[in-house]
């Protein structure tokens, strides 16, 4: 076994996707390791740390969400949801209590892969510190405080930049409506949606080739907003 290789934890009850997704995996050079139930994942969990889980939320036992809210008393693993549930309200709920990303079932291997990879990425830059986010033409970077496209530098006003900010510490990931408007503007205006359409408008016309037809900063309708990742950039290519 490939000790540098990242581990991850398959939390779902229905064997043939277990297999499924072993198998994916260890084509792309993880470690996998499995559970059936939400029991089973926190035993999992607390035994050995994993590099991901993928956990579906339909499990015996109880919901993932449960799992979910348990895991984020302690760890910071990433987290990808699996679900039939495609509804915007769960996609905000699951995120808001920590899930990093939420695909609907039924879904491609390679786009779960990308979103795995995606994930892995977040959480070495937030354990590294590393402190640029490359997006195609645009370079953010965040120890100075500065934004370029195509290597010129971009004038934004601090709440542009805020805005872009907390997308790149979570780039390729989805980060809610209600947690831009908190981190940006603070509680007081978590009903003020509003300000965040206009301000994503003004990104988009700062750091977008076409405006009208975004490829770094993507709408999750009804759920949020996330930088573009190596899925995307996948999926433009095919």
Same mark, same amino acid.
């Given at each position: 076994?490939?000790?540098?290789?990242?581990?991850?934890?398959?939390?779902?009850?229905?064997?043939?996707?277990?297999?499924?997704?072993?198998?994916?995996?260890?084509?792309?050079?993880?470690?996998?390791?499995?559970?059936?139930?939400?029991?089973?994942?926190?035993?999992?969990?607390?035994?050995?740390?994993?590099?991901?889980?993928?956990?579906?939320?339909?499990?015996?036992?109880?919901?993932?969400?449960?799992?979910?809210?348990?895991?984020?008393?302690?760890?910071?693993?990433?987290?990808?949801? /699996? +679900?039939?549930?495609?509804? =915007?309200?769960?996609?905000?709920? %699951? &995120?808001?209590?920590? #899930?990093?990303?939420? @695909?609907?079932?039924?879904?491609?291997?390679?786009?779960?892969?990308?979103?795995?990879?995606?994930?892995?990425?977040?959480?070495?830059?937030?354990?590294?510190?590393?402190?640029?986010?490359?997006?195609?033409?645009?370079?953010?970077?965040?120890?100075?405080?500065?934004?370029?496209?195509?290597?010129?530098? /971009? +004038?934004?006003?601090?709440? =542009?930049?805020?805005?872009?900010? %907390? &997308?790149?510490?979570? #780039?390729?990931?989805? @980060?809610?409506?209600?947690?831009?408007?908190?981190?940006?503007?603070?509680?007081?205006?978590?009903?003020?949606?509003?300000?965040?359409?206009?301000?994503?408008?003004?990104?988009?016309?700062?750091?977008?080739?076409?405006?009208?037809?975004?490829?770094?900063?993507?709408?999750?309708?009804?759920?949020?907003?996330?930088?573009?990742?190596?899925?995307?950039?996948?999926?433009?290519?095919?």
């Amino acid at each position: 076994m490939d000790s540098s290789a990242s581990i991850v934890l398959v939390v779902d009850d229905e064997a043939q996707i277990r297999r499924f997704l072993k198998a994916g995996f260890e084509l792309d050079g993880f470690v996998v390791h499995q559970a059936e139930t939400a029991a089973e994942a926190m035993r999992a969990s607390t035994l050995r740390a994993h590099d991901l889980i993928i956990l579906d939320l339909g499990l015996p036992d109880g919901n993932g969400a449960q799992v979910i809210e348990q895991l984020r008393g302690w760890s910071d693993v990433p987290i990808i949801v /699996l +679900s039939v549930r495609s509804s =915007e309200a769960e996609k905000v709920r %699951v &995120l808001e209590l920590g #899930a990093d990303d939420y @695909v609907v079932k039924p879904f491609g291997m390679p786009e779960l892969l990308a979103r795995a990879r995606a994930a892995l990425r977040r959480r070495r830059r937030a354990v590294s510190g590393e402190p640029t986010v490359q997006v195609g033409s645009l370079t953010i970077d965040l120890a100075r405080r500065a934004v370029l496209r195509n290597n010129a530098r /971009l +004038s934004l006003t601090p709440k =542009e930049y805020r805005l872009l900010q %907390v &997308l790149a510490q979570h #780039a390729g990931n989805v @980060v809610t409506h209600q947690h831009l408007l908190r981190e940006v503007w603070g509680a007081a205006h978590l009903s003020d949606p509003h300000y965040l359409r206009i301000f994503v408008r003004k990104l988009r016309h700062k750091i977008e080739d076409d405006p009208t037809q975004p490829s770094i900063l993507l709408t999750e309708l009804g759920v949020g907003y996330r930088l573009a990742g190596v899925g995307d950039q996948l999926a433009a290519s095919a």
